[in-house]
C-alpha cells in the first residue's frame, strides 16, 4: 500500500529537493509508476527532463499525450530519443507551438532525420487555419515540417496521385524523378498552385524563364545562379563579375563555351568548381589534372570521366561548399550515386571518395570494416558518425576526439558503454562523465565525485556500483544529490519517498 504524502517526514530546510526531482527524472531505473508523479507542476524543471530527454514508458507517453500543460506535451514533441510515431501523436495538439514543434523535428536533431509516419505528414500538409488567431499560421507550420528534412524523396514521389493537392503537389519537388507522363499530370493538374510548381520547374531549365532576368539580391539571387537555366544576357553579366563566376560554374545549366572560359578564370576556386561539373569536356579535364593550383588538380583527379551529377554531389559535400553552393545541394537530394559507384570509392586511393563512401549507410560489413581500419583520421570519424555498422572501438573515439559530434554520438546505440576505465582521468570532463558512468569499472568511481565538473560528478554518482548505504550519504550533498538520485540502484520505494518530501502527489 502506498504512504501519502502527508505520511511523510518532513524534508529540512536544505534537503536538495529540486535537485532530487531532476536526478529522478533522468533515473533510467524508475518505474513508470514514480515518472507520472513527475508530471505535476510541483516537479517544476524536471518535467522538461522527464519529457525531452530520455526514452520514456508506453504509460508516461499517453499521460504526456493528454497532458493539460501544452508546454509539457511541446517538450515530448521534440524528444530524439522516442519514435517518430510517438511524437507523430501530437500532430492534431490543440496548441499551434506543439503542432509547429513537430514538424520542425527533433533536438538535437539527428545526422540521419527518421521520417514521420505519412498519416501525420499528410495531417500537417492539409491542415488548415482555424477560426481564431494564433502565433503561426498552418501554412508556416507547413514550411517548419519542410525544412526538417523529415519529408523523404520517396514519399513526395509516393504522393504524386494524392487527392490533396498540397500532398500532390510535393511531388514537384523530385521534377527529376517523374517520368514525362507524370510530369505532364502535374502542368495540367486542376489545381492553380500544383501547376505553378510544375511550371516553376519548366521555367527553371528554359533560359527564357527564370532565368531570362539578373536576379535582385539576397537568398534567392544565389539560387538562381547556382541553378537555374540563365538566359545569355544574364550568363554573360555574371561572368563578367567575380562575386558571381564562382556560382555560374558549378551551375548545371551552364553552357560549354562558358565552362572553357571558367576553367581558365583567375579565382582557383572558380576553377575548382569547374572541375567538379559532371559534364566537363575531355579536353578541359585534362587541363584542370595539371592546374597550378593543388586543390583544382585533385577535384579534377579524384573522379575521372564518365561522371554522374549525383556523383560529384556527394564528393562535393566532403569538400567545404560555402552557404552560397549548399544551395544547389538542396534542390535535387533524391538523386544518389549507384550502388556500386560507393563500393569504389571505399576501395579508392583517393581520401576524399573514401569519405563519400563512408557517410553510405548501406555500404556492406566488409568495407565498413576496411574504412574503420582507414588511416586517414577523418574517414574513421565520418564513419562513425554516418554508419550503422561502424565498430565500437571507431565510434569512441570519434567522440573523444570530436566534442561537436558528441550530441549526435551520444543517441546512438552503438557508442560504448562499457569497457571505459582507461578514460577515467581524461582532460575532457565529457570523456570523463562518460567513463564515470561505466558500471563495469570494477569499483565505483569514487574519485570522481569531487570532480571540478558537475556533469562528471552526475555522471559518477549515477553510476550503479554504489551501494545503497553510499547513495542515502550522497543524496544530502547538493554536489552529488541530483546524480544520487539518478542512480539506477535505488529501489522504486526510494524514489517515491524523495518525491513525497518534494511534495509531489502521489
Known amino acids: 500500500m502506498s504512504r501519502s504524502p502527508a505520511a511523510s517526514p518532513a524534508p529540512s530546510a536544505s534537503a536538495p529537493t529540486d535537485l532530487w526531482l531532476r536526478g529522478v527524472a533522468a533515473n533510467p531505473g524508475a518505474p513508470a509508476e514514480v515518472l507520472l508523479r513527475l508530471l505535476d507542476p510541483a516537479a517544476g524543471a524536471a518535467r522538461q527532463i522527464l519529457c525531452e530527454e ?19 506535451r511541446r517538450s515530448l514533441a521534440r524528444n530524439a530519443r522516442v519514435a517518430p510515431a510517438v511524437r507523430g501523436r501530437l500532430v492534431a495538439d490543440p496548441h499551434v507551438l506543439v503542432r509547429a514543434t513537430v514538424a520542425g523535428g527533433p533536438r538535437p536533431r539527428p545526422r540521419q532525420q527518421r521520417p514521420l509516419p505519412d498519416d501525420v505528414l499528410v495531417t500537417l500538409l492539409t491542415a488548415e487555419d482555424g477560426g481564431e488567431r494564433e502565433l503561426l499560421t498552418a501554412a508556416e507550420v507547413r514550411q517548419e515540417l519542410l525544412s ?21 503537389g510535393l511531388a514537384t519537388g523530385v521534377w527529376d524523378m517523374l517520368t514525362a507522363q507524370e510530369r505532364q499530370a502535374l502542368l495540367d493538374d486542376p489545381d492553380p498552385d500544383v501547376r505553378e ?91 584542370l589534372t595539371g592546374d597550378p593550383d593543388e586543390r583544382v588538380r585533385v577535384r579534377a583527379r579524384v573522379q575521372p570521366l564518365p561522371r554522374t551529377q549525383a556523383e560529384c554531389r556527394a564528393v562535393d559535400h566532403e569538400t567545404g561548399e560555402s552557404a552560397h553552393d549548399c544551395l544547389c545541394l538542396v534542390l535535387e537530394p533524391h538523386t544518389v550515386p549507384d550502388p556500386d559507384w560507393y563500393r569504389a570509392c571505399a576501395e579508392s586511393g583517393e581520401v576524399m571518395l573514401r569519405l563519400a563512401a563512408a557517410k553510405w549507410p548501406a555500404l556492406p560489413a566488409d568495407l565498413v570494416a576496411r574504412l574503420a581500419a582507414d588511416p586517414h583520421e577523418e ?18 573515439a570519434a567522440f573523444v576526439a570530436r566534442p561537436r559530434q558528441r550530441p549526435h554520438l551520444l543517441l546512438q546505440s552503438r557508442l560504448p558503454r562499457t569497457g571505459l576505465a582507461h578514460l577515467l582521468d581524461h582532460e575532457d570532463p ?56 539518478a542512480n539506477p540502484g535505488l529501489p522504486a520505494a526510494r524514489l517515491h519517498t524523495l518525491l513525497d518530501l518534494a511534495h509531489l502527489p502521489r
Open 379 to 396: 574517414v574513421r570519424h565520418r564513419l562513425a558518425s554516418w554508419h550503422p555498422l561502424a565498430p565500437a572501438a571507431t565510434v569512441l
Open 54 to 72: 530520455r526514452e520514456l514508458p508506453d504509460e508516461v507517453v499517453d499521460a504526456v499525450v493528454v497532458h493539460p500543460d501544452f508546454k509539457v
Open 197 to 287: 510548381s510544375a511550371e516553376h520547374w519548366v521555367s527553371a531549365a528554359d533560359p527564357a524563364g527564370i532565368g531570362a532576368v539578373f536576379p535582385a539580391p539576397g537568398h534567392y539571387r544565389w539560387l538562381v545562379l547556382n541553378n537555374y537555366a540563365l538566359s545569355e544576357t544574364v550568363l554573360e553579366e555574371a561572368l563578367a563579375d567575380p562575386e558571381f563566376r564562382r556560382s555560374v560554374a558549378g551551375n548545371p545549366h551552364t553552357p560549354p563555351y562558358a565552362v572553357a572560359r571558367l576553367a581558365r578564370d583567375a579565382d582557383p576556386a572558380v576553377r575548382e568548381r569547374v572541375a567538379a561539373r559532371a559534364d566537363l569536356d575531355p579536353a578541359v579535364w585534362a587541363e
Open 148 to 168: 526538417s528534412w523529415q519529408v523523404t524523396t520517396s514519399f513526395r514521389y509516393r504522393m504524386r496521385g494524392h487527392e490533396h493537392p498540397a500532398v500532390r
Open 430 to 485: 565529457e570523456v570523463r562523465a562518460l567513463a564515470a558512468a561505466d558500471p563495469t569499472l570494477g569499483r565505483p568511481p569514487a574519485d570522481l565525485l569531487t570532480d571540478p565538473d558537475d556533469r562528471v560528478r552526475r555522471a559518477a554518482v549515477a553510476n550503479p556500483l554504489f551501494t545503497a548505504d553510499a547513495l542515502e550519504e550522497l543524496l544530502h550533498d547538493p554536489a552529488t544529490a541530483e546524480g544520487a538520485a
